[in-house]
């Protein structure tokens, strides 16, 4: 399963992603864990703005997030 395939198929999901597939996602997009801040995973990535994940992630919030890598996922490519 491809990188793009993974995160269209989270997208997919009906029900909710846990913050743990959701962190999981956004390090094998090469995102580097810097620090938590208050309730939110900091990471950060080279050439990138760095991305905050929620400990408490609400389905809109996860598909924002998977949406921003896959569109960053296509500028690599």
Do not use: C, W
């Not at 846990?18 to 995102?31: D, I, K, P, W």
């Not at 620090?35 to 905050?52: N, Q, V």
């Amino acid at each position: 399963m491809t990188a793009r395939d993974e995160l269209e198929a989270l997208l997919r999901r009906r029900g909710n992603v846990t913050t743990r597939e959701l962190r999981r996602a956004v390090e094998r997009q090469g995102y580097s864990h810097l620090r938590t801040t208050g309730g939110h995973h900091i990471y950060g990535k080279a050439g990138f703005r760095s991305l905050a994940v929620p400990q408490s992630v609400t389905s809109g919030t996860a598909a924002a997030i998977l949406r921003r890598l896959a569109a960053e996922l296509g500028e690599e490519e």
